[in-house]
């Protein structure tokens, strides 16, 4: 156990719908990342959060957003969702950009 | 980040030490060597990092070359457990933001 949580484990909905993965990161992180993973793809980096702040931002579409609340937690928000959306998405936490970083078990995605 | 460098793939039978090289020939005096694993359907796994000199810890050993452009991830007994797809990463030790690419991997073949 990673001590990362992500909510939920599996998420199953349709084309153009909205859904909001949430993020627990570990006790005492700062940073939270996320990345998304399609079938035999490699991991994508999204975006990352810095107490609260956004501070770097990958190849994240205009569809995508994400924040960071107070308590630290993060949520990926993802909208007009289509097909090729199907992916894994994983959250990491870690306590400064150069420590390790903790990954949670992910969230699978189905856009149907 | 700065790039690495690493073979798609490589075997390597049970039991047996493996040597999994990477390449960062523009790796900056700030930035930290990490290294991350994936199993199948889970999410990335820290392995080891550090900066200069050779590191160990219950998973592996780090090498890291004089000149810090290249080094060598060494799991001392390959089990069938450690097949998955390890990742070579630089992290910038100053920076709190930073866009933490995994790049392709290697992928590690256990032969029993």
């Known amino acids: 156990d990673s001590g990362v949580t992500q909510t939920p484990k599996h998420l199953i909905t349709a084309t153009g719908q909205r859904v909001t993965l949430r993020c627990s990161p570990r006790?005492?992180?700062?940073?939270v990342y996320w990345y998304q993973q399609s079938l035999d793809q490699g991991l994508q980096f999204l975006i990352q959060?810095?107490?609260?702040?956004?501070?770097a931002k990958g190849n994240i579409l205009e569809r995508f957003s994400a924040q960071q609340f107070p308590d630290l937690h993060s949520e990926l928000n993802l909208s007009s969702l289509e097909l090729g959306d199907s992916a894994l998405y994983f959250c990491?936490?870690?306590?400064?950009?150069?420590?390790?970083?903790?990954f949670g078990q992910g969230t699978r995605l189905t856009v149907v | 980040d700065a790039k690495t460098t690493q073979p798609n793939s490589m075997e390597s039978n049970e039991e047996e030490p493996v040597h999994l090289p990477c390449n960062h020939s523009t790796i900056s005096g700030t930035d930290y060597i990490h290294w991350y694993r994936q199993l199948p359907s889970q999410g990335p796994e820290y392995v080891i990092h550090g900066l200069t000199s050779n590191v160990n810890n219950r998973m592996a050993s780090l090498a890291i070359a004089e000149d810090r452009k290249s080094s060598t991830l060494i799991l001392h007994r390959a089990t069938l457990r450690d097949a998955a797809v390890y990742y070579c990463i630089l992290r910038d030790m100053v920076d709190t933001g930073n866009q933490f690419y995994f790049g392709t991997g290697t992928s590690l073949t256990v032969i029993p």
């Open positions: 959060y810095y107490n609260g702040e956004e501070r």
């Open positions: 006790s005492g992180d700062l940073s």
């Open positions: 990491a936490s870690s306590v400064w950009g150069d420590t390790e970083a903790f």
